[in-house]
């Protein structure tokens, strides 16, 4: 009795690998050459996919139908994963967003703070410590926006050199650092400084990309186009063998009320 029961194991475990399998298909590009469609059709599904998943996620009705077809959680997140993946949505969206603004918030304290803490450094170092001064300013001025940054990161490195003490120079440059700290330059100032102009880095700018990669991408765009549009012929295809209920129909996008008209009229696939 074991033995047959280990063998009901076994088969439901194969059988559970082989839909597994199945539904992992619809996943690679190869399942999608059969995707027939010209590019205007193929752009066009965007929307009715994203009308089409809406309906389907707030009706108990409509998922109830589509249940009878082995429509499912998987189903309707690979629904969901192919058409983010063709909108350009951010990864992680709400990471991105925090980024961005503690980058520009980071910027913006910089460019509060350069003209303040240059002003004292020249001010401080102009008479008592001339030598030191040129080395700090030479090139250098308060900017605005991300030049702001870039000068405030040159002037936290020359202080620290000389905080470190140039050859030939240490006792002088040891105590023009130590005139700053009795200005308000000091150490933790300085240390909160690096840490803005290290966020206000962080930022990548996007990449200029050439006429190859512009094409690559455009190429990678086309299989995920094609890749929604199997997901949606499939699964719009069985909604309207089911679905029978026309203000269900109009709600997934696959029938439209006729304009000035209480009468319905059905809005092929395309």
């Known amino acids: 009795m074991a033995k047959k029961s280990d063998k009901t194991s076994k088969d439901a475990a194969t059988e559970s690998a082989h839909t597994e399998a199945a ?18 059709v193929l752009e066009a599904t965007v929307p009715r996919a ?23 959680p998987g189903d309707h997140s690979e629904g969901w994963r192919l058409l983010y993946a063709v909108s350009g949505a951010p ?18 304290a910089v460019d509060a703070a ?7 450094t020249q001010l401080a170092l102009k008479h008592r410590f ?3 001064a040129a080395f700090v300013f030479h090139d250098l ?42 200005r308000g330059i000091t150490g933790p100032r300085r240390t909160e400084l690096s840490r803005l102009v290290a966020i206000a880095e962080s930022y990548v700018a996007p990449k200029i990309r050439d006429a190859a990669a512009e094409k690559a991408a455009a190429a990678e765009n086309l299989e995920k186009l094609r890749a929604l549009r199997a997901w ?24 439209q009320r006729k304009s000035g008209g209480s009468d319905d009229t059905e809005d092929p696939i395309v």
Do not use: C, N
């Open 141 to 182: 001025a308060a900017s605005r926006g991300p030049e702001a940054v870039l000068g405030m990161k040159v002037f936290l490195e020359r202080i620290q050199a000389l905080e470190a003490g140039r050859e030939g120079h240490e006792a002088e440059d040891q105590a023009a650092v130590a005139l700053l700290v009795k």
């Open 130 to 132: 001339p030598e030191q």
């Open 50 to 72: 994203f009308q089409f998943l809406r309906g389907i996620g707030t009706s108990d009705a409509i998922r109830a139908v589509l249940a009878g077809a082995g429509y499912g």
């Open 114 to 120: 350069d003209e303040e803490v240059f002003g004292i």
């Open 91 to 108: 990864k992680d969206e709400a990471q991105t967003a925090a980024t961005t603004k503690e980058v520009s918030e980071a910027i913006a």
């Open 23 to 40: 539904a992992d298909r619809t996943l690679t590009a190869d399942l999608v050459a059969t995707v027939t469609v010209g590019d205007a």
């Open 232 to 255: 949606y012929e499939e699964w719009s295809g069985i909604a309207r063998a089911l679905i029978k209920r026309r203000d269900h129909r109009i709600r997934l996008g696959l029938a």
